[in-house]
T-cell receptor, first 118, second 109 residues
Framework: SAVISQKPSRDICQRGTSLTIQCQVDSQVTMMFWYRQQPGQSLTLIATANQGSEATYESGFVIDKFPISRPNLTFSTLTVSNMSPEDSSIYLC????????FGTGELFFGEGSRLTVL | GQQVMQIPQYQHVQEGEDFTTYCNSSTTLSNIQWYKQRPGGHPVFLIQLVKSGEVKKQKRLTFQFGEAKKNSSLHITATQTTDVGTYFCAWGNFNKFYFGSGTKLNVKP
């Protein structure tokens, strides 16, 4: 299993500002995932972050808007840049369990960061 | 591209009634996972299915993966108020994980 600490847990931000979310894992993991969950909606994958390489972004998400750092195997940050009210959402950090069966394992999630942009 | 539909979107049941949510894919899935998200919480892994026709049980929960690996279901027998939450199917594809739209379950005591 993996324990994930994510902060801030919530924040209220002004339009046009940027906020960085931190994700700390209690074990070394190869891949970390960032998801967005808008109110009442499902989880949408933003990007996959591997240590030592640039993050891979999903369609509709770009590095300029959501820059990601992955300096080591236990830590990652996601920045939400130049925020607008449409960015109000919960942002979730996730890692895959190393217990793999046929190629994939379960995901563990942080508690999430609830951002409100005014 | 791959499309996975999850139905129903909402389900309201009386405590003790059964509940089922379905995920249907337009293409074959290599695996499927199920997660539960309680109100205000984060998703928590329930199960993973990888084999065609696989059926797994966890107490009152029964999970199935279709023979063609294109659909899956989660069935809860005799729901309890602790079952309240949103149930998501999810699938892995080239080391990425995508989530269905979810089924929100409300259980009336």
């Amino acid at each position: 299993s993996a324990v994930i600490s994510q902060k801030p847990s919530r924040d209220i931000c002004q339009r046009g500002t940027s906020l960085t979310i931190q994700c700390q894992v209690d074990s070394q993991v190869t891949m970390m995932f960032w998801y967005r969950q808008q109110p009442g909606q499902s989880l949408t994958l933003i990007a996959t972050a591997n240590q030592g390489s640039e993050a891979t972004y999903e369609s509709g998400f770009v590095i300029d808007k959501f820059p990601i750092s992955r300096p080591n195997l236990t830590f990652s940050t996601l920045t939400v840049s130049n925020m607008s009210p449409e960015d109000s959402s919960i942002y979730l950090c996730s890692v895959e369990s190393p217990d793999r069966v046929f190629g994939t394992g379960e995901l563990f999630f942080g508690e999430g960061s609830r951002l409100t942009v005014l | 591209g791959q499309q996975v539909m999850q139905i129903p979107q909402y389900q309201h049941v009386q405590e003790g009634e059964d509940f089922t949510t379905y995920c249907n894919s337009s293409t074959t899935l290599s695996n499927i996972q199920w997660y539960k998200q309680r109100p205000g919480g984060h998703p928590v892994f329930l199960i993973q299915l990888v084999k065609s026709g696989e059926v797994k049980k966890q107490k009152r929960l029964t999970f199935q993966f279709g023979e063609a690996k294109k659909n899956s279901s989660l069935h809860i027998t005799a729901t309890q108020t602790t079952d309240v939450g949103t149930y998501f199917c999810a699938w892995g594809n080239f080391n990425k994980f995508y989530f269905g739209s979810g089924t929100k379950l409300n259980v009336k005591p």
